[in-house]
């Protein structure tokens, strides 16, 4: 167990208690504390922010100028509306600046760290120094009951609180720690969880027609993949179980099993018109050649393979047979088995129901003082820093609202 900040704070009776030491939980500590709340945060693992620590290949996609809400999934597609609304992208960079981190811009408007993400949890920790919150890690929540305030016994001893944060998180990544607490907690207070699923998760093949999916793994390449009328436009990888790469990614939390998902193999291209001319030029090159002038050698070779007379020259294919290779390269179905599982999926989707909190405080609508933030809730983010930020953001919106009932 390790104490952080805050002297003897955690023997008192806190203002608010956050069970949770990730993005979400930190940052609705140190809002709620600047604000005059004693807080204290309890989480069960040895250090705090590890999912931090490891994303973004350690450098952590802290946030995405093309902060969007059309650009997050939830049974209410309007809830993450208003928090986004009031915590944005540049006011996360104002707080990089004040602890002088330098940032970039990859692609796609993702920014992350110069340095490491181990820059975001010091950040962190520095705002909660500042603001006297109390820290304690290693330790484990045995009940959580709410007789009057809300009543935590844990490893630590018993905590008393009036307000109490849930801030553990998903399913993803349990190698980290990942439990089903805060759902477990909000279902104890009747609130509702929509099914958590993996998101942001590698798809995985086992129809005996796609097993030549995973013989292509290492391949990579530019491609439309869609689902139903999703769309985008990123690279796609094929691995050992099936396909990957962020296309797949952002594609997989719109997936339900039983769908298919359709890629479009040369986006921007008009692959019927670039055979015809190939074949009006005379064109000598058989199919897998032909076809790794626009597509890497070994997928070529697969396609010419399965749709082309490969033995023969372009130039004695028959129109209907450049249009049939050209429908399937441009509009490639494919039938997932299913996913990877939590262990590779990035976020859950689904989580504590939105219609029981309130879009602009986080607080439970039937259980007073009872807050739920972050990936907990039923609000999951597309790929590339969406996710980080609605944790920036949820907490605000909560820490804010602890702030102002203390005023109150």
Request: with cysteine.
């Amino acid at each position: 167990m390790t104490f952080h900040n805050g002297g003897d704070a955690s023997r008192r009776a806190p203002d608010v208690l956050i069970i949770g030491a990730g993005a979400a939980g930190l940052m609705a500590a140190f809002t709620a504390a600047r604000r005059g709340r004693r807080v204290v945060v309890l989480d069960h693992a040895p250090e705090v922010g590890r999912k931090i620590l490891i994303s973004g290949g350690g450098r952590c996609n802290f946030t995405n100028t093309e902060m969007r809400a059309e650009r997050f999934i939830s049974q209410n597609k309007h809830f993450a509306r208003s928090a986004l609304s009031r915590y944005t992208p540049a006011q996360f960079l104002e707080l990089l600046a004040k602890h002088k981190i330098p940032w970039h811009e990859k692609k796609l408007g993702q920014l992350f760290c110069d340095n490491s993400a181990r820059d975001i949890v010091q950040m962190l920790l520095a705002e909660c120094a500042a603001a006297n919150v109390t820290i304690l890690t290693d330790v484990r929540i045995t009940d959580v009951t709410k007789p009057q305030d809300f009543r935590v016994q844990t490893s630590a001893g018993t905590f008393t609180s009036k307000a109490l944060v849930l801030a553990t998180g998903g399913l993803s990544i349990p190698k980290l720690g990942a439990t089903s607490f805060s759902y477990n907690i909000a279902r104890y207070f009747g609130l509702s969880v929509v099914s958590p699923e993996p998101a942001l998760v590698p798809l995985v093949f086992g129809q005996p027609d796609e097993n030549w999916v995973q013989s292509l793994a290492g391949v990579s390449l530019p491609v439309r993949a869609s689902c139903g009328k999703v769309g985008f436009d990123e690279s796609l990888l094929f691995t050992h179980r099936g396909l990957s790469g962020p296309a797949l990614l952002q594609i997989s939390s719109y997936w339900e099993p039983g769908q298919a998902v359709r890629i479009n193999l040369l986006p921007g291209e008009d692959l019927n018109a670039l055979l015809a001319g190939l074949k009006k030029a005379k064109g000598q090159m058989k199919g897998p050649a032909a076809l790794g002038r626009w597509l890497p050698h070994r997928l070529a070779q697969e396609l010419a393979r399965q749709s082309a007379p490969e033995e023969r020259p372009v130039v004695e294919w028959p129109d209907r047979t450049l249009r049939a290779l050209a429908d399937r390269i441009h509009r490639l179905d494919l039938h997932p088995t299913g996913t990877e599982g939590f262990a590779k999926a990035e976020v859950t989707r689904g989580g504590v129901d939105t219609r029981k909190l309130s879009s602009k405080t986080m607080e439970a609508q039937t259980v007073p003082n009872l807050y739920v933030i972050g990936e907990a809730v039923d609000v999951t983010g597309w790929l590339g820093g969406y996710n980080f930020h609605w944790a920036w953001a949820s907490g605000h919106a909560a820490g804010e609202a602890l702030g102002e009932s203390a005023a109150a």
